[in-house]
C-alpha cells in the first residue's frame, strides 16, 4: 500500500470563487474523447460487419468467443435454478423495492385548456424499444439488471434487450447470477456482447443465427470508459442515459460522525474501480485523524486491498478540511458527487440544502451500499459533477412528452392575428400564410 492512504486538501481560511473551488476538488482523470477515437473502428467494424464483429471483439477483449450471441432461454432458465437461495432472495427483495419506489415516478397525462376551444395535452410515451447494458468487469452487477429493467418495465416499454460481456469462466454467456436477475424479471432477450461494440450492436442492430437484435431507441446501464465513449460516438443515433465514468462518494460530516462508517463507506466505493473517487468533507480535524487510523486498519483487511489502496490514494479522492458545515456544503454542491452522505448533526436539515447529487444518504444508517443494492432507489447515477444538469435512471428516463394541440376555428381565429404579426417578424410569411389559408379575414393587410 502507498505510504499516504488518502490525501489531504486544507481549504480552510479560503475564500475560493465557484470556479476556484471546482478546479480544487479532486477529480479522476476520464478522458472520454480520447477513447472516442479507440472506440471508433469497433463501432463502424459492427456497422459493417455485423455479428462477425461481435463475436471477433469478444475473442479480443473478453478472451472467449462464444457458441452464440443470443443466450438461449434454457440457459437463462438453469441460471435462476441455480441460484443460491440467499442471494435469490435479496434478489427478490432488491426487485420488490425498488418497482415500490419507481411505481411512483410513472406520469399521468396532462391537459391544459389554454382557451375556449384550444387545448394542449401532453402525453407521456415510452420509447419503443431499449438497450439495457450490464457490466461484467472487475465485478459481477446483477443489481444493475434490477436498476436498470424496473425502471424500463414500469414505464411499460414494449420491447428491451439486455446485453452482459460473454465470461470465460461461464462457457462464453454472461454471469449466471447476471443471467439469474434477468430471469426473475421475465426478460428473455439477453446478448452475449459487451463494450462499445455492444453499444454499437444496439445502436445498428444485428442478426446472428437467425436470431434478430433490432435497433434500440435508447441505451442506458453504466460501464467502462470504453462504453461511455460508445456512447457518445453514437449518441443521435440512439439515446443514451449519460456518460458514466468512475464511481464517486462523496461525505460530508462534521465531528458526531462515526470515523469507523465513514471509513468502511469510502472503502465500499472505492471497491468497485482504481479509479473510483471517496471524498471526505469535514470540519473536523480530530475526524480526519479518526478516519485516517479507521482506514488503515480496513483497508489492509479488506478482500479487494490493492484495487481499494489505489483508487484512495489516486488524485480523484482525498479528505477535504474546511471551515464548518457551510462551507462543506458549497463544496459539495460545487463537487456534484454521484452517491453523497450526510453525516452530521441534524443530518436532514442539511441533506435538504444539497442542490447538486446523484442520491443523497441521510444519516449514519444510511449508507451509499444500502441504495446500490435495496433502498429501492436506483444506483444508475450521474458522475463526474455531472448531477449539477442531470439525474439518475428512473422511469421518466424511459419516457417521452408529447404535446398534442387542439384548436377550434374560433379559437385559432382569436390567436391567428399574432402568429401572423410573430412570423413576419421573424421573416417567415409562409408560417403566417397557413393561418390565412383557414382565415384570410385576419390579413392586417388585406
Not at 194 to 204: D, E, H, K, P, S
Not at 228 to 246: C, F, H, Q, S, T
Not at 289 to 302: F, G
Request: aromatic content about 4%; glycine content about 8%; overall charge negative.
Amino acid at each position: 500500500m502507498p505510504d499516504t492512504i488518502i490525501p489531504r486538501l486544507d481549504l480552510r481560511g479560503q475564500h475560493l470563487s465557484l470556479r476556484e473551488l471546482k478546479a480544487a476538488l479532486p477529480r479522476a482523470e476520464f478522458d472520454v474523447e480520447a477513447a472516442v477515437d479507440a472506440v471508433r473502428p469497433i463501432v463502424a467494424d459492427v456497422a459493417e460487419r455485423g455479428a462477425a464483429a461481435l463475436y471477433d471483439a469478444a475473442e479480443r477483449f473478453d478472451g472467449i468467443r462464444p457458441g452464440r450471441l443470443r443466450v438461449p432461454a434454457e440457459v437463462i432458465a438453469d441460471a435462476l435454478t441455480t441460484l443460491d437461495p440467499a442471494v435469490r432472495a435479496a434478489l427478490e427483495e432488491s426487485i420488490r423495492r425498488a418497482r415500490v419506489v419507481h411505481a411512483d415516478q410513472r406520469r399521468s397525462d396532462t391537459t391544459t385548456q389554454v382557451a375556449d376551444g384550444g387545448t394542449v395535452t401532453e402525453r407521456w410515451v415510452p420509447v419503443d424499444r431499449v438497450g439495457l447494458y450490464v457490466p461484467g468487469g472487475l465485478a459481477v452487477y446483477p443489481s444493475s439488471v434490477v436498476m436498470n429493467v424496473v425502471p424500463a418495465q414500469l414505464a411499460q416499454v414494449p420491447s428491451l434487450a439486455v446485453a452482459s460481456p460473454p465470461q470465460r469462466d461461464h462457457g462464453g454467456w454472461p454471469h449466471p447470477t447476471i443471467l439469474a436477475a434477468c430471469a426473475l424479471l421475465e426478460v428473455d432477450e439477453v446478448w452475449a456482447m459487451g463494450g462499445a461494440q455492444a453499444v454499437a450492436a444496439f445502436a445498428y442492430g444485428i442478426e446472428d443465427d437467425g436470431e434478430v437484435c433490432d435497433p434500440v431507441s435508447l441505451v442506458t446501464g453504466p460501464g467502462n470508459i470504453y462504453v461511455a465513449a460508445a456512447k457518445r460516438l453514437l449518441k443521435g443515433i440512439v439515446g443514451i442515459d449519460a456518460e458514466a465514468g468512475p464511481t464517486e462518494i462523496a461525505v460530508l460530516a462534521d465531528d458526531s460522525a462515526d470515523a469507523d462508517h465513514v471509513a468502511s463507506d469510502l472503502i465500499s466505493q472505492a471497491e468497485h474501480d482504481p479509479l473510483a473517487a471517496a471524498v471526505l468533507v469535514t470540519d473536523s480535524p480530530d475526524l480526519v485523524d479518526a478516519v485516517e487510523a479507521a482506514l488503515a486498519r480496513r483497508v489492509a483487511s479488506t478482500k479487494h486491498t490493492e484495487r481499494v489502496a489505489t483508487a484512495l490514494a489516486g488524485r480523484q479522492s482525498a479528505i477535504v478540511l474546511v471551515d464548518d458545515v457551510e462551507a462543506a456544503l458549497a463544496l459539495v454542491n460545487a463537487y456534484a458527487a454521484e452517491h453523497l452522505e450526510i453525516q452530521t448533526r441534524d443530518a436532514a436539515s442539511v441533506a435538504a440544502r444539497v442542490r447538486n447529487a446523484g442520491a443523497v444518504f441521510v444519516g449514519p444508517w444510511s449508507p451509499v451500499s444500502l441504495g446500490d443494492y435495496a433502498a429501492g432507489s436506483n444506483h444508475v447515477l450521474p458522475t463526474g459533477g455531472c448531477a449539477c444538469h442531470s439525474s439518475g435512471l428512473s422511469v421518466q428516463s424511459f419516457l417521452r412528452g408529447i404535446h398534442v394541440v387542439t384548436y377550434s376555428s374560433q379559437a385559432l381565429r382569436e390567436v391567428g392575428g399574432h402568429v401572423v404579426t410573430l412570423a413576419r417578424a421573424e421573416d417567415l410569411p409562409a408560417h403566417g400564410e397557413a393561418v390565412l389559408a383557414r382565415h384570410p379575414e385576419l390579413d392586417p393587410s388585406a
